[in-house]
């Protein structure tokens, strides 16, 4: 009795950790993962309260914004307020992570 008690114990322990490593639907994974920044980003960084050189080019998205292919992506509606970049999405470097060239 105690040994069953012990390996259900453990299969709860390890279940996350085996779980954890199964890939998400990436459709479902978009939704919440934040993409990752195509191009360096060491010019425009630091990023203080009074400059963000991001949101010199990513400007915050309109509905039936049209956007030529190789031009900034425009902010989605869930990095803004009023019309202006949302406080809580200012910090880009928080989510967005630059992906490195290959050597
Ligand atoms: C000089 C203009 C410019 C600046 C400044 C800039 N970006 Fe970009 N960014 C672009 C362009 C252009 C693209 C689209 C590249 C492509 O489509 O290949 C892009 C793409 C991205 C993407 C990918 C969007 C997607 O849909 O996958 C992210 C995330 C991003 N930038 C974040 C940032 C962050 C964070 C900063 C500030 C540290 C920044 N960018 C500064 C021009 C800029
Ligand atoms: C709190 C985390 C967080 C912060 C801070 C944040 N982002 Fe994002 N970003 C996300 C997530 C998650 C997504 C994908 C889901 C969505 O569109 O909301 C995303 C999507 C984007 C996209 C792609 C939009 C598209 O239509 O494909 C761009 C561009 C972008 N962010 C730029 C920025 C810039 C520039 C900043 C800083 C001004 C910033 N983000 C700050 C989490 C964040």
């Known amino acids: 009795m105690k040994k069953l ?3 259900s114990l453990a299969a709860l ?3 996350p950790v085996v779980y954890a490593q199964q890939p998400a639907q990436s459709s479902e994974l978009a939704k919440f993962a934040p993409p990752m920044i195509p191009h360096p980003i060491a010019a425009y960084i630091p990023i203080t309260p009074e400059k963000n050189a991001c ?3 990513h400007i915050p998205g309109e509905p039936g914004m049209k956007v030529a292919k190789g031009s900034p992506t425009p902010l989605p509606p869930s990095h803004v307020s009023d019309g202006k970049v949302n406080p809580n999405r200012y910090e880009c470097l928080l989510c967005h992570a630059e992906v490195l ?3």
């Open 5 to 7: 008690f012990m390996l």
């Open 13 to 15: 322990v390890f279940a």
């Open 55 to 57: 949101v010199m080019c």
């Open 101 to 103: 060239p290959q050597k």
